[in-house]
């Protein structure tokens, strides 16, 4: 059974006796739930059952809902997401500082790595500096090479102008992929088993996903080739449905093909299993191709 990021825009309920969820516009479509891998509910207009919210949060399936403006504002969480919770709590409290520091470096490589791969796909002799920066990588990336690169990165992927601070087109399609992204990844960290407040590297009192947000970093590069690839003249439903549509795409990962919401499973248990087993070697990052 495949599973889809769904995105629906009017009304939806449950059909208890065969588990479908049916959405009413012009024509009535029903989809099975064990299809559905993350519902977007992309307008405040949209009318969706208790029914139907507690069987998804039942079934672990991501539920990302919308603002008046349609991007992406809150989420639905479940209180636990795993029959051991308490027991993978006391692990992840426990984390040596040791350990999150060759783990967060691990990832900073990935990222970097990953950045790098794509500027030399568009013939960008920049990827030479950004393969540097990664043999300079300390452990807890001490000297910033991320931030070093992203300059670098960003500049060349959107010109020397271009800011990550600046009210753009890109920068708006940029943020909700992230966001989707981050959201999807907090799903997981919760359905595993951990807080989603206590992070490897992100810190912030006032961030409720700092783990999510240490987690996928190497996973941004999805939504920063398909932003690159767009004619962003404008940024609305459609340019935000194809972001959305990310999360159909495949990519490879242990050894098979999967979805790349499958393969955010798999990452996440895999840089749980290295942090509570001490052995970076067991983390899993996933190519763009065989």
Request: proline share 1%; aromatic share 10%; glycine share 4%.
């Amino acid at each position: 059974m495949s599973w889809r990021t769904v995105v629906i825009s009017n009304r939806a309920k449950l059909d208890l006796q065969m588990n479908y969820m049916v959405i009413r516009m012009d024509t009535v479509t029903k989809i099975h739930l064990s299809e559905i891998s993350v519902l977007l509910i992309e307008s405040t207009a949209v009318s969706i059952t208790t029914s139907l919210l507690a069987e998804l949060t039942k079934k672990k399936i991501k539920v990302i809902f919308c603002d008046e403006k349609r991007m992406p504002s809150s989420q639905l969480v479940a209180f636990y997401g795993s029959h051991d919770t308490s027991q993978k709590y006391k692990k992840q409290i426990v984390w040596s500082e040791e350990m999150k520091k060759l783990v967060w470096s691990e990832i900073v490589a990935e990222k970097i790595r990953k950045q790098a791969e794509f500027l030399r796909d568009i013939g960008k002799t920049e990827s030479e500096l950004l393969q540097h920066y990664i043999e300079e990588i300390k452990p807890g990336d001490e000297s910033n090479r991320e931030g070093h690169a992203a300059k670098v990165y960003f500049n060349t992927l959107f010109g020397m102008d271009f800011s990550r601070t600046l009210e753009c087109n890109i920068n708006a399609a940029l943020n909700y992929g992230y966001s989707i992204i981050l959201s999807t990844f907090a799903k997981e960290v919760v359905a595993q088993g951990y807080f989603t407040q206590l992070g490897v590297f992100h810190d912030n009192m006032f961030n409720e996903f700092n783990l999510a947000c240490d987690l996928m970093e190497p996973f941004r590069i999805l939504v920063d080739r398909k932003v690159a690839s767009m004619n962003l003249v404008e940024f609305e439903s459609k340019e935000k449905r194809e972001l959305v549509d990310i999360l159909n795409q495949t990519v490879y990962i242990d050894g098979n093909t999967e979805y790349v919401s499958k393969a955010i499973r798999i990452y996440s248990k895999s840089v749980f299993d290295a942090l509570n087993d001490g052995d970076l070697s067991i983390i899993k990052f996933y190519r763009n191709e065989l």
